[in-house]
């Protein structure tokens, strides 16, 4: 079992940045995909970044170009950097450990 802690997250004007941390409570280094989703009111949970153990990465269509997900094996860490935000991208984040464990979330708005 592993425990996800989201950290982060806030208020930020469209086209700011914000980075988003995820902190395990064990080694992450043997799960095979990390990964951040995005909840909206009033939308389903949506996936946003995916890292796999080797590096590989995946992004929804709509954050390409503008998120960077990475992870910090030593550091049991996970991370979405979000630049040139849109009030779209508002959103509760959570991180996920292969989609079977996820963090309480962090929320995101962004809004002048």
């Known amino acids: 079992q592993v425990q996800l802690v989201e950290s982060g997250g806030g208020l930020v004007q469209p086209g700011g940045s914000l980075r988003l941390s995820c902190a395990a409570s064990?080694?992450?280094?043997?799960?095979?995909?990390m990964g951040w989703y995005r909840q909206a009111p009033g939308k389903r949970r949506e996936m946003v970044a995916t890292v796999t153990s080797g590096g590989a990465t995946n992004y929804a269509e709509s954050v390409k170009g503008r998120f960077t997900i990475s992870r910090d094996n030593a550091e049991n860490t996970v991370y979405l950097q979000m630049n040139s935000l849109k009030p779209e991208d508002t959103a509760v984040y959570y991180c996920?450990?292969?989609?079977?464990?996820w963090g309480q979330g962090t929320q995101v708005t962004v809004s002048s």
């Open positions: 064990r080694s992450i280094f043997s799960i095979y995909v």
């Open positions: 996920t450990a292969s989609t079977r464990y």
